[in-house]
Every structure is written in structure tokens, then in C-alpha cells.
């Protein structure tokens, strides 16, 4: 255990460890023009450099949380950085495509224990009265990277190449790595539960199959495109293996997915809000790109393009925190839904930076709404006390499903069209379509008093 004062130390390193992750994602987005053009992909194939990291960090994450419990956190921790900075350096190095894809995939692998470990750290080293603190630190994270990293990439893709963008995170992690060796803490869980190995392989193999069958489309010709065994085969293997992956839920002892959770209707909702702000998050990425194409602006000024939206998550995210506890999370989630179909729409159907930039804000603050404080807060009222964790969990896999769906049919939508300008807008429109169901969904979720769940467990 450590010292009296070694908690705010330990939360330090903590948070440099989640920035390390977290900076990753940030700045795949002002990358993704760069390492286009360079490497001569397209719009589909480059979406992969985003859904390959989500696919191997959703696949990791379980394995990582049940090696820690057994391991101890220390080791599984060290071993996270280590892995994501391998990873990172196969990608500064790679000679073709298809090593770097190999590099995303390490990378994804690697992070996806950073974040759980870092929590089951503070749950074994902070007092309860100060672990929501130390969590929610944690959280600000993710929010302090997309600050930076849109910043971060405009400054390195004017001076320097892509590879020097990421290359940046190798030594930031010999320093956490070295810092982490000296302050984690070697505990491990008391009771660890057996590893729901048969859920991951299937979770992991019909999230693969349904991003190869969706990322076949042609928006140009979509029944031909259905018809052609490299799109409905991958989807039909996709849904079998999600039959299959319910079966083996149902008779696991410890299911990745609860079913008892996930038959209430709220918990329903929320992931389908989850599954929602994750195709908007996978449209994030993708913004720079269309930014360098639709206006002509150059790639570092297609990253700084980014930040009104940030801006707007930051500025809206401790508004909409204060008020869901006063009027409840519908009229929150609905406004945020409402806010992202108003900006994608704009986007979608705007002709000038102008006007863009003005969408884009848009969708930031209404991802304030959508995101983080607002579905935790559902699945906090809805799930047991024992069932928080996974309740916590399971909008994480929501989320990742839709950050994959949303890179696979973006990706797919902006190559198969006349030109990428006009792909990407019918894309952006179609989740604009999607805000604007899920605003209708939020109607389900309970009003401003919560359940007697929350307020008894």
C-alpha cells in the first residue's frame, strides 16, 4: 500500500498513463489526411487506421481487466504502456499499409488496459470517500487530450510528417513507464472471476466481421454492393456469431454483457445512445479530412478546424453535469441529440468554412449532452450496486460499437461516391438522421426523480 502522501502522486502518474492513451485517439483525426496522401489510400481504406484500434482495444479491454486481477496491476499495467509504445513505434516505422495496421492493432491492444487498470488501481488504493474524485480526474482526461491533440496536430503537420505526430507519444511513455514502476501499487483482486474467454472470441470476431461487411458498401450502387459475397457474407457470419455470442452470455459465470441488465428498458436506451454518440465520435475523425477537401485549407489548419467543437464539449460537459441531477437525463439527452443532428446537418449541407465551423460547434456542445455524465448517470440509476462496474462497462462496448460502425460506414460512404466531399456529406447526414431518431429513443428514459434503485443501493 502506499503512503499517506503518495494518492496524489499516484493519481499523477495515473493521469499521465490515460493521457497517453487518450492523446492517441485525439490525434487520429488530424492525421488521417497526412497519412492518406502519403501512403495513397483512399477514404475507405484509411478508415481502418481508427476501426483497427477500436476492434483490438474493445477485444483487449476484458482480457487486460482479468490479467490485472490475476497478475497484479503493476505488471499488467507496465506491460500496457510497453505494448501501446511498440505498437506506436511499428507505426512511426512502417514501410507500407498493411504494417501499419499491424501497429494500430498493438496499440489498441495496449491501451485497452491502461484506463481499467488505472480505476481498479484507485479502487484499491483510495479511500471510498475520495475514489469518485479520483475516477472522475480520470474521465477529465479524455477531455484534456482532445484539447490538445487537435492543437497538437496542426503545430506537427505544418512543421513535420504524420510520423512525427505519433512518434511524439514513444518518449512521453518511457516516462510513464519508468514513473509507473516506481509508484503503482502490486495489488491484485481478492476474488478474481474466471475470464469469459468464449465472449471474447466471439465479440472480437463478429465486430471484425461486421466492420468488413459494412466497410464493402458502395453508397454509388447500394443493392449491387448488398448482393456481392464481400458484404453480405461477412454481415450473415456477423449475425450468427451475435446469436451464438447471446448463448454463451446466457451460460457464462461471468458474462462480459449481464442479460438481467441488459433486459431493462433504460439500460436499452442508453446503449443506444452509446452506440449513437460513438458513430458521432467516428465522424470526429474524420472532419479534418473533409475539411482539406470541401474548403481547401491545409491539413494542420484542417486540425485547428477541430477546436470549436472541442471548445463546445468543454464548455457544455460541466453545464450539462450541473443540471442532470435537477431536471433528469431526458431533456439533457434529447437536447444533445437535437444539438448533433442540427450540427451535422449544417455540416452535411453547408457551403462555406463559415458555416462549417458553426456545425461543428454545434455538434460539440450537443456531445456534452450525449456523452460521459449523461449515460453513466442512466446506467448509475438503473444497475445494482453489485452491477455498477459492468453497467460502466457495457457503455464502453456500446460506445466502441458505434465509434466501429461509424468509421466503417463513413469510410465506406465518402469512397464508393462521385467524390469524397460529396460521400462524406451524405455520411454526415446519415448520422445527422440517426441524432435525430435517438432524440425520439430519449423519450423512454424516466424523468428528473431517480429510480428507487439509485437512491437505495
Known amino acids: 500500500m502506499p503512503s499517506p502522501a503518495a494518492p496524489s502522486r499516484l493519481l499523477g502518474v495515473l493521469f499521465m498513463g490515460t493521457l497517453l492513451a487518450a492523446l492517441d485517439i485525439a490525434i487520429v483525426g488530424p492525421a488521417l489526411p497526412a497519412l492518406r496522401d502519403a501512403l495513397g489510400l483512399d477514404e475507405r481504406a484509411v478508415s481502418w487506421v481508427f476501426t483497427a484500434f477500436v476492434l483490438a482495444n474493445l477485444a483487449g479491454l476484458p482480457v487486460m481487466a482479468a490479467w490485472a486481477d490475476r497478475a497484479g496491476r503493476r505488471t499488467v499495467y507496465l506491460a500496457d504502456i510497453a505494448l501501446f509504445a511498440a ?15 499491424v501497429g494500430r492493432v498493438i496499440q489498441g491492444l495496449g491501451s485497452s488496459g491502461i484506463f481499467p487498470v488505472a480505476t ?12 469518485g474524485r479520483a475516477v472522475g480526474a480520470l474521465g477529465a482526461v479524455f477531455g484534456v487530450a482532445f484539447l490538445i491533440g487537435p492543437a497538437l496536430g496542426g503545430i506537427m503537420l505544418a512543421v513535420a510528417s504524420w510520423r512525427w505526430l505519433f512518434a511524439l507519444s514513444i518518449p512521453f511513455a518511457a516516462v510513464v513507464f519508468v514513473l509507473s514502476a516506481r509508484t503503482v501499487p502490486d495489488t491484485r483482486a481478492d476474488d478474481p472471476k474466471p475470464v469469459d474467454a468464449w465472449g471474447i472470441v466471439l465479440l472480437a470476431s463478429l465486430l471484425v466481421s461486421l466492420a468488413v461487411g459494412l466497410s464493402g458498401l458502395d453508397a454509388a450502387d447500394l443493392s449491387a454492393s448488398l448482393s456481392s459475397s464481400r458484404v453480405w457474407a461477412p454481415l450473415l457470419l456477423s449475425a450468427v456469431l451475435t446469436a451464438a455470442f447471446v448463448a454463451v ?27 449513437g454518440a460513438g458513430l458521432v465520435e467516428a465522424t470526429f475523425v474524420f472532419l479534418s479530412a473533409y475539411a482539406v477537401q470541401a474548403f481547401g485549407v491545409t491539413k494542420a489548419q484542417g486540425s485547428y478546424l477541430l477546436l470549436p467543437l472541442v471548445f463546445g464539449v468543454a464548455i457544455g460537459s460541466p453545464l450539462a453535469g450541473r443540471m442532470l441531477d435537477r431536471i433528469g437525463a431526458r431533456p439533457i439527452v434529447t437536447g444533445g441529440c437535437l444539438l448533433v443532428a442540427a450540427g451535422l446537418t449544417v455540416i452535411a449541407l453547408g457551403p462555406s468554412l463559415a458555416v462549417h465551423i458553426a456545425g461543428t460547434t454545434l455538434i460539440g456542445f450537443g456531445l456534452a449532452g450525449l456523452l460521459g455524465s449523461s449515460i453513466s448517470y442512466i446506467l448509475l440509476v438503473e444497475a445494482e450496486a453489485a452491477e455498477r462496474t459492468v453497467a460502466q462497462g457495457l457503455s464502453t462496448l456500446a460506445l466502441s460499437i458505434g465509434q466501429l460502425t461509424g468509421g ?37 428514459l424516466r424523468g428528473a426523480r431517480p429510480s428507487s434503485r439509485a437512491t437505495t443501493a
Open 249 to 275: 452470455e446466457r451460460r457464462a459465470v461471468a458474462p462480459l454483457v449481464r442479460p438481467g441488465l441488459i433486459a431493462r428498458r433504460p439500460v436499452q436506451i442508453a446503449c443506444a445512445l452509446a452506440i
Open 87 to 101: 505498437g506506436t513505434l511499428v507505426v512511426v516505422l512502417a514501410p507500407s499499409f498493411e504494417v501499419l495496421l
Open 120 to 131: 481498479a488501481v484507485i479502487g484499491d488504493t483510495f479511500p471510498p470517500e475520495s475514489r
Open 408 to 444: 466503417a460506414l463513413v469510410g465506406a460512404i465518402a469512397a464508393s461516391a462521385v467524390a469524397p466531399v460529396v460521400g462524406y456529406r451524405a455520411a454526415f447526414g446519415m448520422i445527422a438522421a440517426v441524432a435525430a431518431v435517438l432524440a425520439i429513443v430519449a423519450q423512454g
